[in-house]
């Protein structure tokens, strides 16, 4: 042994670490030990929270028999669509021709998300790109009022909505869903790092504060508003409200729940009930993630 | 006159701007909140118009209604239990899952959000906690020697609560876990390398020194939507507990407001409920916010 191969012995493993910091970008690294132990923690949480989602997926698709069978199984054995069929039929039977409960739905979450973006945005940039009396007090309130949902306000908005003649209007809904604070907040942190420079010489050029907002603003905050169309539409899908009281009023979730507190003998229909609800949501997750995340980045508080 | 003119022309389009949230938010967010402080001192319901009776109510809630002493108990068990865990949990996972591949960070990703945003999925749990000795959770302890007979799940009062703030951690990495993972994403690598230089040795100094003081806003917007979302916990109680639950041991805040604002029309005495709940609500955020700035140091 020379010192030759003494010196390349300890010389390697800093070449794997310089490696390993290139691809993780990390100076500390984890031992192997460390590793093995969070992903045997990530595994038994991932099945916690995967398993319940998953056995949604076979209930679906479980004949009557196999539903009912006691003690329950897991798996499906003999996978049918009749769950699916079936709620097909019911929907048939419904009082009011289900496309209504459908329509009802479509058009509440697109009404809402649309204004909801509009709206957000446009007040989103005045606070994030312009300076007045009281508009940090306004974003004061903003951030202070995601503290409280619906929950809070539920009397004096129910007496409101009751004032105007809105109960058992898709507007009791909708008018209250477009001022959710939340979307206001996740836009004006994404618009505030946006250089100055690029809005004043948009300005210098002519632009007014409109032009400038649509055609340089905008295009930047794409993340921003296919997060909040996330945001609404994972929110409105799943909807059901005590305001929507007439059945031709009602939402296409409230149908659902009806059909589905038929009983054991709706056990299937049940569980096909429960694969449509959840596969929306899921759904656009898959489709907008990255979108999501980026807009995350932004939505940090300071102090 | 011509100057003021002048300006008001140039403010014009930001006004317009402004206009159409803020005058939403402040008709169905800031004066309802008022609105219901004010009604918290009155007696009112429908019959009625409000009649002050300075804190009649209050004295009610805390020394006359038992319920809402349970409901009150049972809110801060919860938000105790469910509010850090949820928040840690996310946390964790999140800084476990960011230095992986992005491809399968953004599978686990799914896989650790999706139980928040399936909704009616958590009708599912029912399956999970059956009464019987076939449910899962009872043929488990059963099976592991831990139970002698089934447990009713969602009936028993003793164990009600327990149950379902196991449901709401299911569904408890939300809004902030995706801020999280957003946050630890953007912390610049540099500081990694000049923390190694000013002798980080692990870890756990690393993420305690380094990482979490980069994330701090993130760490405070989570914290926001943890705290929301522990408080006002209502709807999987009345899904899976039913209303009212066993001896109310699933009875929170939020159920009880329902009760008193949608079904007695009691709607001063539900207001002085709403009260509670929002000034609670303030005090966890900043006492969580205190907490918070303390991160790093």
Do not use: C
């Amino acid at each position: 042994m020379n010192s030759k191969t003494t010196s390349s012995v300890t010389y390697r493993p800093d070449i794997l670490t310089r490696i390993s910091r290139k691809l993780r970008g990390r100076k500390v690294s984890r031992g192997i030990a460390d590793n093995l132990l969070s992903i045997l923690f990530l595994l038994i949480l991932g099945a916690f929270m995967a398993l319940p989602l998953i056995y949604v997926i076979f209930n679906a698709f479980k004949p009557l028999e196999e539903l009912l069978l006691f003690p329950p199984r897991f798996f499906v054995t003999n996978p049918t669509t009749q769950n699916f069929k079936d709620l097909f039929n019911l929907m048939n039977e419904t009082w009011v021709p289900f496309s209504r409960y459908v329509a009802n739905t479509v058009f509440i979450t697109a009404t809402t998300t649309f204004f909801h973006i509009a709206f957000s945005s446009m007040a989103a940039f005045v606070l994030a790109k312009h300076v007045f009396f009281g508009s940090r007090a306004l974003f004061k309130i903003v951030v202070l009022s995601l503290m409280f949902n619906g929950v809070v306000t539920a009397v004096p908005n129910y007496l409101l909505l009751a004032d105007l003649n809105w109960i058992d209007t898709s507007l009791a809904v909708i008018v209250p869903a477009i001022q959710a604070p939340l979307g206001l907040y996740l836009m004006k942190q994404f618009m505030e790092p946006i250089p100055n420079s690029i809005l004043e010489s948009a300005r210098i050029d002519g632009a007014g504060e409109f032009r400038v907002m649509w055609s340089i603003i905008m295009p930047q905050v794409k993340p921003a508003w296919l997060t909040l169309i996330i945001l609404q539409m994972q929110a409105l899908w799943g909807l059901s409200s005590n305001y929507l009281i007439s059945e031709q009023n009602k939402t296409l979730a409230m149908a659902m729940q009806q059909i589905v507190s038929g009983g054991i003998a709706r056990m299937g229909v049940a569980g096909a009930v429960g694969l449509v609800m959840m596969v929306v949501p899921i759904l656009t997750f898959v489709l907008s993630q990255s979108q999501v995340i980026e807009t995350m980045s932004t939505s940090g508080m300071k102090e | 006159m011509g100057y003021l003119l002048k300006q008001f022309k140039k403010r014009l389009p930001v006004i317009i701007m402004l206009v159409p949230f803020f005058s939403l938010f402040f008709v169905f967010t800031v004066y309802p909140v008022l609105r219901s402080m004010w009604y918290s001192f009155t007696y009112y319901n429908v019959f009625t118009t409000p009649e002050f009776i300075g804190f009649d109510n209050y004295i009610r809630l805390f020394l006359q209604d038992s319920v809402f002493l349970t409901a009150l108990k049972n809110t801060l068990i919860f938000a105790i239990i469910t509010g850090p865990v949820g928040y840690l949990l996310s946390l964790l996972v999140a800084w476990l899952i960011n230095d992986l591949s992005p491809k399968v960070r953004w599978f686990l990703t799914l896989v650790f959000y999706a139980p928040s945003i399936s909704g009616a999925a958590v009708a599912i749990w029912t399956f999970v906690f059956s009464a019987d000795r076939h449910g899962y959770a009872n043929s488990f302890l059963l099976q592991l020697g831990l139970l002698s007979e089934p447990l009713a799940w969602f009936k028993d009062p003793r164990y009600v609560l327990m149950t379902i703030i196991v449901v709401q951690l299911w569904m408890s990495l939300g809004t902030s876990f995706l801020a999280f993972i957003a946050g630890l994403q953007g912390v610049n690598p540099s500081l990694y390398e000049a923390g190694a230089v000013e002798g980080i040795r692990n870890k756990w100094q690393e993420l305690w020194h380094i990482t979490l003081p980069a994330m701090k806003p993130q760490l405070m917007f989570g914290a926001v939507m943890q705290i929301t979302a522990a408080f006002s916990v209502s709807d999987i109680s009345v899904q899976l507990a039913g209303f009212p639950s066993v001896e109310y041991a699933a009875h929170t805040i939020v159920t009880h407001l329902q009760d008193y604002g949608m079904i007695r029309f009691e709607f001063g005495y539900a207001s002085a409920i709403a009260t509670v709940l929002f000034v609670m609500m303030i005090a966890a955020n900043q006492i969580v916010q205190a907490a918070l700035r303390r991160v790093g140091e």
